[in-house]
């Protein structure tokens, strides 16, 4: 398995609160994503970083900031929780390369009550 | 949006039986992906098909592509329980290695 710990793996909040999530890679590896699955809609992209303080927006940025500061840290911020973002969420890496599959953590399940 | 959209959406075989899943997308692509996600679990890469290839094998794998038809098709055989799983396409268009997904094919293979 690839290197990807993510972190907490289970969060219950509530609406308005901050939350912050962390995807830690042992890899190496230039990009990074971080996703969001809900039922009926697959996986859809937040944000990603293409290197340190590199990053952009995917399909479903609003709500959501993210961080890199190091090769192996990206962290997905929900500045004030919102009952909308309720959801799977799943960082993934990949090398440089138009043809490299991403790897991905386990998710994190985030409950905003 | 989603780019890709796998068809069936759900799909019930009995263990040693093939499994055909197939995917649409509707832009030009440069490659098409295919992964796999268990119940409680990351997605995990199958396999990579070209945008110039048509065909590609990978152990009971074997994948085609029709970019006249923008399809794609994931044919598993012999399956096994333990191919009990979400199978996902993953489509890629343009710069910096951002992937679409589809909604996934959820195949469950009975014993």
């Known amino acids: 398995d690839a290197g990807i710990t993510q972190s907490p793996r289970h969060k219950v909040t509530e609406t308005g609160t901050p939350v912050t999530l962390r995807c830690h890679q042992t890899?190496?590896?230039?990009?990074m994503y971080w996703y969001r699955q809900d039922p009926g809609h697959g996986l859809r992209l937040i944000h990603y970083?293409?290197?340190?303080?590199?990053?952009d927006k995917g399909e479903v940025s609003d709500g959501y900031s993210v961080s890199r500061s190091k090769t192996e840290d990206f962290l997905l911020t929900l500045e004030s929780a919102t009952s909308s973002q309720t959801s799977v969420y799943f960082c993934a890496i990949s090398m440089t390369g138009e043809n490299q599959p991403q790897h991905f953590g386990d998710g994190t399940r985030l409950s905003i009550l | 949006s989603q780019q890709g959209e796998e068809d069936p959406q759900a799909l019930s075989i009995q263990e040693g039986e093939n499994a055909t899943m197939n995917c649409s997308y509707k832009?030009?692509?440069?490659?098409l992906q295919w992964y796999r996600q268990n119940s409680g679990r990351g997605l995990v890469h199958l396999i990579l098909?070209?945008?110039?290839?048509r065909e590609k094998h990978s152990g009971r794998l074997r994948v085609t592509l029709d970019t006249s038809k923008k399809s794609s098709s994931l044919l598993i055989t012999a399956s096994r329980a333990a191919d009990t799983a979400s199978y996902f396409c993953?489509?890629?268009?343009?710069?910096?290695?951002?992937?679409?997904f589809g909604i996934g094919t959820k195949l469950q293979v009975i014993p």
């Open positions: 970083s293409y290197g340190v303080k590199d990053t």
């Open positions: 890899e190496n590896h230039r990009y």
């Open positions: 993953a489509t890629l268009s343009g710069g910096y290695q951002k992937v679409t």
């Open positions: 832009t030009s692509i440069n490659n």
């Open positions: 098909i070209r945008s110039n290839e």
